[in-house]
Structures are given as C-alpha cells and as structure tokens.
C-alpha cells in the first residue's frame, strides 16, 4: 500500500475492520460477501464526504477505537451512537468533519446500535480482491491484511485532501435511522417453513427471542421459545446455499440469523429478512429483543423501493 498515510489506530477497541459493500458472485467457491453489516449507514457516509457509495470505511463494534490522524481529512461517523469524540469533544453524527493532522478520534461506549462507521474522503487504499476491500475474517483475506485493525496500523487513502469538498454535509435529522432496544423484523416464509410444525410457526411468528452473546458477524443467535420441527423429520438437512437474512433452526430449536460471513447451511430455514431491513441487522447487540413480522412479498418489494428512493434522493441533494 503506498498512498497517503491517512490515520493511525491507537487502540483498536473490540473489533474493528475494513469493510465496503462486499464480495458477490463467489458462493460456489465457498467465498463469502463479508462487507458492512449496516450497509445504509456506509452507503450515506460515503455520500457524505464525497465519496462513490461503495468505497471502504472503517466498520467498529460497540466500544474502544481510537484513530489519530496523519494528514488533514474530511470524515464522517455513521451507523450506532457510540459515543464520537474529537478531541475529546462530542462530534455529531451523520455528517461530514474535518480532521486535522494529530487530531483524535474516540470511542466511548454505545448509546444505542452496535457498529459505527467512518468513512474518509478517497476512501482507504487497499488492495482489493475478488472485486472488494472487505474484509474477511474466516478466511483471512481482503481489508487490511486480511485481519481486524490493531494498535499501530496505518491506514492509508489513495486521494490526498483537498477543500474541493468541504465539511458540512448532513443527513436529515428525520431520516436518521432509530436504534432501539426491541426490534420488530420484517420476514418472508421459507424457504422450508412447512417442514415445522403448526406449534413451531406460532412460536416463531409471535415470540419475542432475546439476542445471545454469543453472536458475531456469522451471525445472530437468538433465545427463546423451541420453534419445533413437524415430527419425524431429521434435525438436518444437505447442506445449501445460504444468504443473509436466512433465519436458520438448528436441532436446538433457537432461530439463527445468518449474516455475511456465511455461505452455505444444512439447518432449516423458517424464513428470511427481507432486503429493506438486512442493514439493521448490523445495529442488533446481545441482550436487545427481537420479533418477526411475516409480510408478503409485494410489501418487501415496496420497503425497499422507499429505502432506495430516500437514498437517491439524499445523492441528488448534494448535486
């Protein structure tokens, strides 16, 4: 990497990496997307400073990143309220700043949501593969070398700073998106739905399941009410491809939310996520609660027509 040395980490808090909006098309190689699990929030601070929507941020989790910055930037913070500080002042989300040389930025803890992401003017220069700078952590690839941040890591951009694009974009206050503790996710039935039982897909469909601690990027697991299988069916299946979304059902009963880091799967699915609700996904921490709204697929298809319109409209504002 020999661009602009942008940003040192000076602690890289609980897990923090490199991601844009993934790798797509390498299923079948057992590649998998990997990239923002908010995707939304990446996506609008990428606007924010002038950047494609797709270009890499960073993406940290709950608390403890500290950056100090090497050059004069323009960046912005999106995603979980964790608390942002400049200089060990309050910085406000959801639109753009400048950072200059020797300034820091810190992480306190999280108000609400999970994962924040900083996004920089250029975007961070490293080396894609297989179409992406995401990283990859099962298969240690992608981001920056492959593996979360760590103290001493220099990341650099490609773009060198320039008042070409100055501070002060925002996000409309009424558009930001709300991280509560209880969630209501919107799903589609199956794929294999009608191998549970009637008691199972009531138990699913009006339970609220309490999120493990034991969740990651692979994905969500989730506490509460045994959604049971029809009788005499095996606890597995053959194993299949699998997308994020997918709410898998292990022999245990507990539903299962796959994220990005997964490929294929041999649970069944009950049903899955639809598209205009997967960024939130990435805002949901253990302890938070979770229902299942069931909606038909013309309902998911209007959800995420509004989120793409709102999000075509912010990019035609800043023309």
């Given at each position: ?47 924010l400073v002038g950047n494609t929507e797709d270009q890499a941020g960073i993406e940290t989790t709950l608390l403890g990143l500290r950056i100090r910055a090497l050059t004069d ?31 820091e930025l810190a992480f306190r803890g999280p108000v609400s949501g999970c994962r924040a992401y900083i996004t920089v003017k250029g975007g961070l220069d490293v080396l894609p ?191």
């Open positions: 990497m020999a661009g602009l040395a942008l940003m040192e980490i000076i602690s890289p808090g609980l897990l923090t990496t490199v991601q844009d909006l993934g790798r797509f098309g390498f299923g079948r190689y057992g590649v998998a997307p990997s990239g923002a699990l908010d995707a939304f929030a990446l996506r609008i601070g990428n606007l930037s323009v960046i912005a913070v999106t995603g979980a309220d964790l608390q942002p500080q400049h200089n060990k002042r309050p910085l406000a989300m959801w639109c753009a700043h400048s950072l200059r040389k020797d300034d593969i297989l179409g992406s700078r995401s990283t990859n952590l099962s298969s240690a690839f992608g981001g920056f070398e492959g593996r979360p941040l760590q103290t001493g890591d220099i990341l650099r951009s490609a773009v060198a700073y320039t008042h070409a694009e100055q501070p002060g974009r925002k996000f409309h206050p009424d558009l930001i998106p709300v991280y509560p503790n209880e969630w209501v996710l919107r799903v589609l039935w199956g794929p294999q739905d009608d191998h549970f039982s009637r008691a199972g897909r009531q138990a699913f469909r009006h339970s609220i399941y309490r999120v493990s601690p034991q969740s990651d990027r692979t994905g969500i697991r989730l506490e509460g009410p045994r959604i049971e299988r029809k009788p005499h069916t095996d606890e597995s299946i053959i194993s299949e491809g699998l997308i994020s979304g997918a709410i898998q059902v292990p022999g245990d009963g507990q539903p299962i939310i796959i994220l990005g880091e997964t490929v294929t799967g041999g649970y069944r699915k009950i049903a899955t996520v639809i598209a205009a609700d997967l960024s939130v996904l990435g805002q949901i921490k253990p302890g938070d609660a979770i229902r299942f709204e069931a909606v038909s697929i013309e309902e998911a298809h209007q959800a995420l027509r509004a989120r793409e319109a709102l999000i075509a409209r912010f990019k035609t504002s800043l023309t």
